[in-house]
């Protein structure tokens, strides 16, 4: 066949410059870079708009100017989109119970609120139902908080809910660029810090008085202003105690707790002061990050107060196990003595802009449990927590951590694989580069004597040789990284004897200049 060159070639151009004006005329938005168009593709937006049963939430899309958002790639740092998305019962169920808003109208008037409602219905990441926890989702939403998953048995069968406010009824609605899974009631944004959360329901009315009086309301409202002006709670988990779990020890009220706590104390002593025995109540119900139940690990955690709260992970989450006897079951006759505490669920997981509020099943007193191996892969460090579900390579600059340093270099990079790494734990790590001296600062650590370890790769000519030291003094000898065979491999590097429980730091400094390769750092009790 005779193929029209020239023909074929205006035809080429034509299209080139159709493409060119199209690609010039696109405006990019917050939300989106590319948009899905034609009927190849069905966008989370076109699935909306093709099913009457979300037209309210369609409305609510349109008045939130979001309409992009669900009809593009996603350009927020995940793969694709979650969306849980709300039948119009689903927003009707919203309405009733608010008191904001007396009508889907009233609501759509309020444009900022509905873009924050779409935004809360929108995580980073495709998510299918088979990833579920019975916790947080790996990614958060588009707004920067996360949701958690509650699952439920019934009759033999298995629900799931979001927030534990809404049940999920269709799940796995795959589309071009996101999973949608349908819910049965609108959710409502989080608006409240864990402590502004305990002040509105009087269920928790003598634990709010408690944090209250002992002046840490600042604390656990402090934020700060992102790039985009938002505010970015500082994050932490609550042991909150319910006026009902006071009752079941007498307590009824704030005047009690103090003679539970301090039976000498007047109640005009001073709250405020870290060494009064309240205080020190009240900051030990405070871990320093955001742990939700499926996040626990068999390990100790830093409280504001002067102990750790440990926990033993083995089927079942156990709270500072061998504080003391709290129950006693009998089984046959046979007497068994319950020396731990244990999660509520049905007051645990609670969502806020600050972190995640629990309660456990008995009252939580101040205890030095023993020591247990503590491991460090940096997540402490906030910019990289939230790098963890993000495969790929970051440059993380120094300027503005919080937990890392280092002198000789303004960078690193975090690298999180999308395959499977032998030896690092998660299947991240991080690089450094050059002549060096990275300093890490760690959570607070019980006294004791420790054997200090690393996770480094090993192998290359252009790998460094390193010092390690803690507190500014060395450990063990000078690691050649450079030699023997390419693979990671944990080294014992000496020993160092911790005399009280404080926070210290780890410093990894070049004697030969080149790449340093490290998952984590190891605190073995000895």
């Not at 927003?91 to 889907?104: P, Q, R």
């Not at 409602?117 to 139902?129: A, C, E, Q």
């Not at 030990?284 to 100790?300: A, P, R």
């Not at 600050?354 to 491991?375: C, D, E, M, W």
Request: net charge neutral; charged share 20%; aromatic share 12%.
């Amino acid at each position: 066949m005779k193929i029209n060159k020239c023909n074929c070639n205006r035809k080429v151009f034509y299209v080139f410059l159709v493409l060119l004006s199209t690609l010039m005329s696109c405006k990019k938005t917050d939300e989106a870079d590319i948009l899905f168009t034609g009927n190849k593709y069905q966008n989370l937006k076109q699935y909306i708009d093709a099913n009457a049963d979300f037209s309210s939430f369609k409305k609510i899309v349109e008045a939130g100017k979001m309409t992009d958002a669900l009809s593009s790639y996603n350009s927020n740092g995940g793969v694709d989109f979650t969306l849980f998305l709300p039948t119009n019962e689903a927003v009707n169920k919203f309405i009733t119970g608010n008191v904001t808003y007396s009508s889907l109208d009233a609501l759509l008037l309020d444009a900022t609120y509905c873009t924050e409602i779409v935004r809360y219905h929108l995580v980073n990441g495709r998510i299918p139902s088979k990833e579920f926890p019975n916790g947080a989702l790996a990614n958060k939403t588009i707004s920067n908080y996360f949701l958690t998953i509650f699952f439920r048995e019934v009759n033999n069968a298995v629900t799931y809910s979001v927030n534990d406010e809404s049940k999920i009824v269709t799940k796995d609605i795959i589309l071009a660029n996101g999973t949608i899974h349908t819910i049965d009631k609108m959710l409502t944004p989080v608006v409240y810090t864990s402590y502004q959360w305990l002040g509105k329901n009087n269920e928790f009315s003598i634990y709010s008085e408690l944090l209250t009086k002992c002046g840490l309301a600042d604390t656990l409202n402090a934020f700060k202003l992102d790039e985009q002006g938002r505010e970015l709670y500082n994050e932490y988990t609550l042991f909150a105690e319910s006026n009902e779990l006071y009752a079941t020890k007498n307590i009824l009220s704030f005047n009690d707790l103090v003679k539970s706590i301090n039976p000498l104390g007047a109640m005009d002593q001073d709250f405020k002061s870290p060494s009064n025995p309240v205080n020190k109540y009240a900051r030990y119900h405070i871990l320093e990050k955001s742990v939700f139940l499926d996040e626990f690990k068999t390990e100790v955690y830093t409280t504001y107060g002067d102990y750790p709260i440990s926990v033993d992970l083995n089927d079942t989450l156990k709270f500072n196990k061998g504080a003391k006897i709290l129950d006693k079951v009998i089984n046959n006759k046979d007497s068994v003595f319950v020396n731990y505490l244990l999660i509520n669920n049905d007051k645990s997981n609670v969502v806020t802009r600050s972190g995640a509020i629990h309660q456990l099943n008995h009252l939580l007193f101040p205890y030095l449990p023993g020591r247990k191996s503590v491991t460090y892969q940096f997540y402490e460090e906030p910019v990289i927590n939230a790098l963890r579900a993000v495969e790929g390579e970051h440059t993380i600059l120094i300027e503005g951590l919080e937990s890392i340093s280092m002198v000789g270099a303004k960078s690193f990079i975090y690298f999180k694989s999308a395959t499977t790494i032998s030896g690092p734990l998660n299947n991240d790590y991080l690089r450094l580069s050059g002549d060096v001296s990275f300093t890490f600062k760690t959570p607070k650590i019980l006294a004791g004597r420790y054997s200090l370890g690393f996770m480094f790769q090993r192998g290359s000519s252009n790998y460094a040789s390193i010092q390690a030291s803690v507190d500014g003094k060395n450990v063990g000898v000078v690691l050649d990284l450079s030699k023997d065979t390419p693979t990671f491999r944990t080294f014992t590097m000496g020993n160092v004897d911790f005399l009280d429980y404080s926070t210290h730091t780890v410093t990894l400094r070049t004697i030969i200049p080149g790449t340093i390769i490290i998952d984590r750092i190891i605190f073995e009790p000895i």
